[in-house]
């Protein structure tokens, strides 16, 4: 299998690809998708929401942390994750800035 060359695109195209490419996995959307619908999730809290095992949804949440979409903080023994905005607004921005317009002709 060849290495995917990302040495010839910007930092910010290469972050976009990989907070894309963690977003690929339903695990990782629903995990997005639960913590949009709650003020602060404490991660047991996604050990009772999912059918995986608390160290699979500690590396979903890891990944998600390292490229930006979530953020965590340690409140006594327990880790408090929450969406970090930042990350996923510069998402909605890019999406919303590579979406065709209607009135556009088709290509095909």
């Known amino acids: ?7 010839g695109f ?4 290469n972050l976009m690809a990989e907070r894309l490419k963690a977003l690929g996995h339903p ?6 998708q639960y913590l949009a619908n709650c003020d602060r999730c404490i991660g047991n809290d996604l050990v009772e ?3 995986l095992a ?3 949804i500690s590396k979903h949440l890891s990944e ?3 490229v930006g979409l979530v953020q965590g903080t340690i409140d006594g023994k327990q880790m408090n994750y929450c969406i970090n905005k930042e990350g996923w607004e510069a998402i909605q921005q890019f999406v919303v800035g590579i979406s065709i317009k209607l009135d556009t002709p088709k290509c095909c």
Request: glycine share 4%; hydrophobic share 35%.
């Open 27 to 32: 695990a990782r959307l629903y995990i997005m």
């Open 1 to 7: 299998m060849g290495i995917t060359k990302t040495e």
């Open 49 to 51: 929401e999912l059918p």
């Open 54 to 56: 608390q160290p699979t």
């Open 10 to 13: 910007s930092s910010e195209i």
């Open 64 to 66: 998600l942390k390292r």
